[in-house]
């Protein structure tokens, strides 16, 4: 049977932000200052003010409380700046907290930034051994892991290399397959997964889910992937301005809940109503983003939904080369695939005719991060030498 592994009680972490500037002063600076004390010590007034605007308090946490049970896999979400590295720094003992107490039994692995712990002038070899004492390990509990660690991280070539020398990929596989291997009751990740490709984010991922199902430990883990978030954990905590608004063990509807919140959906429909972006091929119509059952997206999506893009439009002239798809664009312009109906093998091909078309494409699932994205609809003649007249509509 479970026990309470982490028990936090009315956290608070409180910063205060310093709004004078005391650092290392260029000489523009430090006569641009002197200005200042001078024509403060002419007008007190102005002197206090300036003196209350100095320090800030900023509460980063708030009001915590929550429990983790032991072999939970808990997913902390929220917009950045609300709090999740934070909570984890606390939790780890990185940082004191201001309010409150946390009752946590057994040993704490934590992967908060890429080589936490890292020392750059240590080799790879030393490194492990190094984690693995500030771990509470023995040296043989250290040499029973050794090699699995090195195979895990990949780094056998450069293992008697400092580590200052490793690249930044090199750095993050070693941090995380020791933090992942040397055996702690509770492993914390921050989302430093972003820093590696795709194959080795995925051998994380099922990394910790064989420390978790397997070797029950408990797992906290901070990510904006809302696809390893739903895959992961079993539990999660949803973050705003420093204050829990939901939590529990309904992933998928927390998850959607965020979402929803960012309300940055703009319209699942474009309409063509002036009749423009139109050639003497193709007219579009319209594009949606529908369900399953065809109805207009409402909501935020969820990379688990049947989600389908659906373009209407009509020929006016049937030709062989014409081609209608669409891309999928992020929000700062980079396109991450295009689709036309030309995709699958030419038998499987939708049959064209003069007229009205509706063409309908299923949007992969999990294969977005949380995020907005921008829809393009293309359509044109597609020659050996690209498009022909193309039109390009963009919809958000």
Avoid at 197 to 222: H, I, P, S, Y
Avoid at 247 to 260: A, F, M, Q, R, T
Avoid at 365 to 383: A, P
Wanted: proline share 3%; net charge neutral; glycine share 8%.
């Amino acid at each position: 049977m479970s026990y309470t592994i982490i028990k936090v009680e009315n956290l608070g972490k409180k910063y205060i932000i310093d709004h004078e500037h005391n650092g290392n002063n260029n000489f523009r600076e430090v006569v641009t200052n002197n200005i200042k004390k001078f024509f403060n010590s002419i007008n007190p007034s102005t002197k206090k003010q300036q003196q209350q605007l100095k320090k800030e308090e900023f509460w980063a946490l708030k009001d915590i409380s929550f429990e983790v049970k032991q072999g939970d896999r808990v997913g902390i979400i929220g917009r950045n700046g609300a709090g999740k590295s934070t909570l984890l720094k606390v939790l780890s003992r990185i940082t004191e907290p201001t309010t409150g107490k946390i009752y946590i039994k057994g040993r704490i692995a934590s992967l908060l930034e890429v080589g936490t712990g890292f020392h750059p002038e240590l080799t790879g070899r030393e490194n492990i051994y190094l984690n693995g004492a500030i771990l509470g390990m023995s040296r043989a509990e250290i040499k029973k892991k050794f090699d699995e660690i090195v195979a895990f991280a990949g780094v056998e070539k450069f293992i008697d290399t400092p580590v200052k020398r490793y690249s930044s990929g090199m750095y993050l596989r070693l941090a995380f397959s020791v933090a992942a291997h040397l055996e702690p009751e509770i492993l914390v990740v921050d989302e430093v997964l972003a820093v590696g490709d795709a194959e080795f984010q995925k051998k994380c991922l099922g990394k910790m889910e064989d420390v978790n199902k397997k070797e029950g430990r408990t797992v906290l883990f901070v990510s904006h992937n809302m696809n390893a978030i739903e895959q992961l954990c079993n539990k999660a905590i949803l973050l705003d301005q420093g204050r829990i608004v939901k939590e529990g063990e309904d992933v998928s509807n927390i998850v959607k809940y965020y979402l929803s919140c960012d309300n940055q959906l703009r319209s699942p429909v474009w309409i063509n109503k002036g009749n423009e972006h139109s050639n003497e091929y193709f007219k579009p119509i319209s594009m949606k983003i529908v369900d399953s059952k065809g109805q207009i997206v409402k909501m935020p999506i969820s990379n688990n939904d049947d989600v389908y893009i659906e373009i209407k439009g009509e020929i006016n002239v049937l030709h062989s080369a014409l081609t209608i798809g669409y891309a999928i664009y992020t929000e700062d312009g980079q396109c991450l695939y295009w689709s036309y109906q030309t995709d699958a093998p030419e038998s499987d091909w939708p049959k064209l005719r003069v007229g009205e078309n509706i063409l309908i494409s299923q949007f992969p699932k999990r294969f977005l991060n949380e995020g907005t994205y921008y829809i393009e609809l293309i359509g044109g003649l597609h020659l050996l030498n690209g498009f022909l007249n193309p039109e390009k509509i963009t919809q958000q």
